[in-house]
């Protein structure tokens, strides 16, 4: 074990969010994995923006919407949960019984940490005759502070199930938002977040790219910034956006979303080129750099302990539960 401390009677994991110790290069992550899984009675839910080992030992890789489904549906005594954190807590607050472990505590997002529940509570005080729609990326207390939660999948039927004179917040991502107040017609109030991985896609450098590929189709997640969007042959949630590229005929694909998701496409379509579309500068600013602190290792050793374990205050549990049945509820009656 390295330099921290880990007490087990707590759960609690000093300074580091995940369990920092040396797992022989000679093990099979894969094979071990796998006992694990039967010896524990334990699911891995990954999202698509996992590294590809990860999807691929995963029993269920999905967009927002799908691993909050499978989350809620789930027989298994433990649940890991391959994602970030405000995924893992959903998980919790649908199971409470359920023992729900994550390789990395602090893998978190930028777009929930762009809305403090202190700030939102004032600004939802400022409008006290809206109802307010929270996207699923957002923390507990703010899913606590919501009337109902969506993910990019489902958004638009949900603000479209509620009658036209509504007065809606929209919280925390703005181009989401602003794509979704385009799509239905509303005036939605926004909250100002934003997902610092989407908006980092660079319109000249898509522009020069499709230059140079004028087959390839760009495909877009609604949480890029409006001129991306507008660039866009698709868009889609990150499934939405996996299918498009099963059914359509194009053989060329430019991806504006988190990288991860190349990792299916290509698996699914095999004969098909699939390229990220370039962030504005060269770095790797299209990984998130939160989603990529989980790795094999770290996977492996939280399902080995147990830890570290996702706990929550059972009163704000129960508070951010509602809104998330109601996301469900509506979801099964559109068959989404
Ligand atoms: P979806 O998988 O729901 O499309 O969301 C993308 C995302 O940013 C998750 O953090
Ligand atoms: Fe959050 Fe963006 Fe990373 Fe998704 S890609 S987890 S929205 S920071």
Redesign the pocket.
């Known amino acids: 074990m390295g330099d921290i401390h880990i007490d087990l009677a707590t759960n609690k994991i000093d300074q580091k969010g995940y369990l920092d110790i040396e797992v022989p290069a000679t093990l099979d992550l894969f094979a071990e994995i796998e006992k694990l899984k039967k010896e524990k009675n334990a699911i891995i839910l990954a999202h698509y ?1 996992q590294e590809p080992d990860i999807q691929d030992v995963a029993d269920y890789i999905g967009d927002s919407l799908g691993l909050a489904q499978q989350a809620e549906k789930t027989t298994a005594d433990m649940i890991v949960f391959a994602g ?1 954190h405000f995924m893992a807590e959903t998980a919790k607050i649908l199971n409470p019984t359920k023992k729900v472990v994550l390789p990395d505590l602090k893998a978190g ?4 940490d762009s809305a403090p529940a202190d700030l939102f509570k004032k600004f939802k005080e400022k409008h006290p005759d809206h109802i307010v729609i929270s996207y699923i ?1 957002c923390t507990a207390e703010i899913k606590a502070l919501s009337d109902i939660i969506c993910t990019s999948s489902n958004a638009q039927k949900i603000i479209e199930s509620l009658p036209s004179d509504e007065k809606i917040i929209f919280a925390p991502d703005k181009n989401l938002g602003a794509y979704l107040n385009k799509k239905t017609g509303r005036n939605m109030v926004l909250w100002n977040g934003a ?4 908006e980092i896609f660079s319109l000249e450098k898509i522009t020069k790219l499709k230059i140079r590929h004028p087959q390839a189709k760009i495909i877009a997640h609604p ?1 890029c910034e409006e001129p991306i969007l507008r660039l866009a042959d698709f868009i889609g949630s990150t499934t939405g956006l996996l299918k498009f590229t099963q059914r359509d005929t194009a053989q060329e694909y430019i991806v504006a979303t ?1 990288t991860g998701i190349l990792h299916q496409m290509q698996k699914d379509s095999p004969g098909k080129t699939f390229i990220p579309a370039p962030p504005e500068n060269n770095c790797a600013c299209n990984d ?1 750099p ?2 990529k602190l989980n790795t094999l290792e770290k996977l492996y050793l939280c399902m080995k302990y147990e830890l570290p374990e996702l706990k929550m205050d059972e009163s704000l549990r129960i508070a951010s539960r509602k809104p998330i049945e109601r996301m469900l509820a509506i979801s099964a009656q559109y068959g989404l």
């Open positions: 923006y970030v997002c930028s777009l929930a990326n997902c610092m991985v989407h949480e988190e998130c939160h989603m």
